[in-house]
């Protein structure tokens, strides 16, 4: 049985009638006799009795359960409730006042081990944490979608090429893809790798890669990419399409390679524009086409171009796999059709289990944090350095700033302010407590002095969510 539980009361008799008729008024449960009464847990009904006490009891289930706690006047369960289940099973749960599942879950097995995550108006998410009965860290474990990702992964299959372009996609079953990236490229919230798998064919593979906090219950555990990488994927398939889907995207780059490129080593601070059109406007696509540089460089000679990949009208002649390779070109190939898949997680070919790391922010530096970013999201860490960029939107009291960290890192930092707190200026020194949350991405453009062609790249940053500065 699923145990992520929304729950609605629903009263089927004049009993049920009258209790909810008191349950309105104010008057407690208790001051009425027993009521049938059916509960959602997540996505199954279960049918059972409100005894006069305010417990809930299922029976109509593999394994019956008695839910004890308090309700609200419209009939939910609210505050702290305990879900005692015959096969010796126990939850601990907190509910909101709309009824639904909010904060820390803690789940004991009848031998005493359990497991703790936190939910979302019902919906698991994040880091899972597994304990021995005698409260020792046994393990790590992350959702996606409410499903933890090792049986995502544990069901996981190679996928055949031919068959994606006559199959329908498969939203239940992920596949496993292993190939090399080849180009990475965003919009405001998504990034799209252009895989190249070991056996030479085109994939695209999708995920939010922003905040950490915005789509949570989404949010592939990916690492931050570089082009070149040997990578594994897990994804869901979602149908076939041409390039030129992404002919609107930009590409990305992390900020330590940014700062290292011509443009960005002889202005560092150039990013303030971007980061005021991020912060006070969101950026809208142009719909221009990708850049040159947008394209992955690798090695020249491949007989295997994007060209060769298949697509509905010549999937029954696949070609050869690639014995040698020619550099990936976007715009020489926006017309080809290739499998497009969501991610839902992703690793470091021969890395495998990244996602079951018990990572600790006082063991990262710098590199790992930018590196990782839904890993150590929500992490509480405390940064001294430089402030050099600051954006403020009085209408929103938020403050953007850029750190130049001593650590020698940078980050982007959004403080939310009392009109009464002071702000620090460019140049000053502080401190800030924050938690870290997830990428920033600031749009930034560079024209070419030779030709005038304007050449946008998405810088992306740690991101933090600023508690506390001081000075």
Known sequence: MNHMHIFKYFCKNAAGGALLAGLLLGFPASAFAEAEASILLFADTCQGVLTDDGTFVCSQTLDPFNMTGTWTEGGYPKGDVVFEFESGKRIEASYSKKGLIQGKVTEYQADGTYVSYYCDQGYPYGKITMYASDGSVTGYDRFYQTRKLSDLIQVSTEPVYQELFTGPANMLTPAKI???????????DQQSIVLKSDDGYYYVLSYYNLDSGTYKINQAICPNFRKGDRIVAYGFFQGCAPLSDLAGYYESSLVDDWEKTEGGSQDKDAVISSLE???LAEPEDTGEQVPEEAAAEVEEGDDTTPETVQNAENAENTGETASTEKAFRMEESLTVTV????????????????????VSIDDADYKDILSNPYLYGGSSLTVQG???QAVLDYQKTELIIRIAAEDGGTYIGRYSFETSNPLPAIGDQITVDAKCAGNYKALHAEQSEETGAVTSTYVIYPYLKISKIQF
Request: glycine share 10%.
């Open 178 to 188: 292993t190939g090399r990236v080849e180009a990475l490229l965003d919009t405001r």
């Open 277 to 279: 059109e991020v912060v």
């Open 339 to 358: 499998p497009y898949f969501t991610l839902c997680c992703a690793e470091y070919a021969g890395e495998q289990g990244t996602f079951t790391r018990g």
């Open 386 to 388: 430089e402030v050099t």
